[in-house]
């Protein structure tokens, strides 16, 4: 399948794994990119940058396809030297990036000094107009439906994606709520060039997280998962876990973020993902868990939603539009 996105990334299949932080190792995005998509490592999964160093060669020994590093600015902590992770990742020899968080125009100048392609997460149109503005050469747009941080504003991608179409003119890569064959062809005829998908990676064999955690997915209904942080401004989609729904209870009563803070901390999200007890700490999915329902590699998945996607396309779609002849 050829798109804007195949053709500027140099991949084969117009599916990204985006960055997600602890999850986002060398072998995950060897494994993706090996099946003709894009894999993508997490740089601050690194505690270091001499460690993403380390961490961007293994990748480079496992796969001889294009992958990205993903790099979030602003909304870890604040002693992170990102301009350190940025050289690192410019020596590499990586020619693609994802950013998210604050915007990246700080680095662009070195990034498009080595050839980079960025890619910027944004939760609105505005935010992608802003990084087209500065350069960078795709946007992936986030629905209100994904994992993670959807914004404040709210908006589904089944408007979001149109919108963005509408008014941006480079690559668009529909994110959130995505985890078939059928979310695919959706995206595509909604504008985008290309689809991301997090929370259908995680329920992969090479998802470097306990199986408990992938079965949870599985498990999973499209309602099982909780907003939080709301009334930090940081709105948060997460599965809906005793922490969730401790921490909703705690916002609701007023408490402020240091209340919360030791529930959803980093060490605790690591025990979950590490031991299996989805109720240790924060676990991060998106509402697209209720699509999943198997655990295959990610060769598997990538070739069962190229195959779904082109026979929508293909059959039943063009079998509408021949009735309608």
């Not at 084969?12 to 986002?24: A, F, H, L, T, Y």
């Not at 604040?78 to 915007?103: F, H, L, P, Q, W």
């Not at 589904?156 to 062809?185: D, F």
């Not at 209720?290 to 295959?296: A, C, K, Q, S, T």
Request: with cysteine.
């Amino acid at each position: 399948m050829k798109t804007r996105l195949t053709e500027l990334l140099g991949i084969e299949k117009p599916i990204i794994c985006g960055g997600m932080m602890r999850v986002g190792t060398a072998e995950l995005a060897a494994a993706v990119s090996n099946t003709g998509a894009l894999g993508t490592m997490t740089a601050l999964t690194q505690p270091t940058p001499e460690l993403l160093k380390a961490e961007i060669e293994k990748c480079q020994s496992l796969t001889d396809k294009p992958f990205a590093v993903n790099l979030t600015v602003g909304v870890v902590a604040s002693e992170i030297n990102y301009d350190d992770y940025v050289d690192v990742i410019c020596a590499s020899g990586v020619k693609i990036v994802e950013t998210a968080g604050r915007s990246p125009e700080p680095f662009m100048e070195k990034f498009n000094a080595h050839g980079i392609k960025v890619i910027h997460k944004c939760v609105a149109v505005r935010h992608a107009l802003k990084a087209q503005r500065v350069g960078v050469a795709a946007v992936s747009i986030d629905g209100f439906e994904c994992a993670g941080h959807p914004g404040e504003e709210d908006v589904p991608g089944l408007v979001l994606i149109p919108a963005a179409a509408k008014q941006l003119t480079i690559p668009i890569v529909a994110s959130g709520g995505i985890a078939c064959g059928r979310g695919m062809a959706a995206a595509l005829a909604l504008g985008a060039d290309g689809i991301n998908m997090g929370t259908r990676f995680l329920a992969t064999q090479e998802a470097p997280v306990h199986e408990n955690v992938k079965k949870a997915i599985v498990d999973m209904k499209e309602t099982d998962t909780k907003l939080i942080f709301r009334s930090y401004r940081n709105t948060a989609r997460v599965f809906k876990n005793s922490v969730a729904l401790k921490v909703a209870e705690i916002e609701k009563a007023g408490g402020d973020f240091s209340e919360v803070h030791g529930l959803v901390s980093g060490k605790m999200q690591d025990v979950a993902w590490t031991t299996g007890d989805v109720d240790a700490g924060m676990v991060t999915f998106g509402m697209c868990g209720g699509l999943v329902d198997d655990i295959p590699t990610c060769e598997e998945l990538v070739d069962n939603i190229m195959t779904e996607t082109t026979g929508i396309i293909n059959e039943r779609l063009a079998t509408m539009t021949a009735l309608t002849a």
